[in-house]
């Protein structure tokens, strides 16, 4: 069998605090990309989705499991991962272009040769003509087509996306969402991308991965397959309305079993609070 790209076995994060009990944000997340997969991980919010970038990314360490890149521990940020953050994360006293040129510095790149890069990367997100605009200068849009950019052009082995298309208009999103599919099939990355979106991961994803609701755990896996070129909106076809309705039900019954949850834990606590809590 081959190496997976990027592995992630038995991954634990939880976060302590003095005097508050241990919070598990992930758990037991156990997953594999292989060379070149685009794999989409869809979950509701506070599921653990950025918290598992961040590991992924390697900002932070798990507490139990491991994250392996071609079979090896990751040990810390490096240039061989790529991240795309959901907000901006561009350098606003720099141009486009010089943001592009950030990650080149580190590689030790010529001056020349980085300009070159970087305006060969603006050209890929269609930003030809851009490279001196300063990131106030753009719309939001055009900011993350800069970030997808930046972390292009130092030739990451993994792009690692946290809801980059989260903050934009649904007709922006759109068509970033197809620049980033041509853009993969232009380069052959493997991508690893997080969503809340059904839609948005059933679009992109060669297979997506329902998580859980607190702590995150991954419920199924599901490959999608559609033939895009058969029909124009893909969106309204009959698979793609399956695959949606297969991962709302998945999701649905988690938020329903939180919410029970809570509402059995909140009907546990009321008669205390009627017991002798009142001022
Ligand atoms: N540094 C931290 N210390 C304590 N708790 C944290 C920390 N980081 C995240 N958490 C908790 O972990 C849980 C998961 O957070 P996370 O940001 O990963 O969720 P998410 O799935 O990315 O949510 P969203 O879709 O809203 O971005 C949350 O309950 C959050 O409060
Ligand atoms: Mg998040």
Known sequence: MTTPKLELRGVRKSFSSPGKPEFVAIDDISIAAAEGEFLVL???SGSGKSTL???VGGLTT???GEILLDGKPITGPGLDRGVVFQQYALLPWRTARANIEFGLEAKGISRRQRHAIADEYLGLVGLGGFGDHYPHE???GMKQRVAIARSLAYDPEVL???EPFAALDAQTRESLQDELLRIWRATGKTILFITHGIDEAIYLGQRVAVLTERPGRIKEVLPISI???SVEDIRSSEPFRDYRHRI???LRSELQSSTNEDEAQRSSTLPLIGAGNHV
């Open 42 to 44: 869809v979950g509701p």
């Open 53 to 55: 970038l961040d590991l």
């Open 62 to 64: 798990p507490t139990a």
């Open 138 to 140: 753009l719309s939001g």
């Open 160 to 162: 690692l996306m946290d």
């Open 227 to 229: 033939d895009r070129d």
């Open 248 to 250: 709302w039900l998945s």
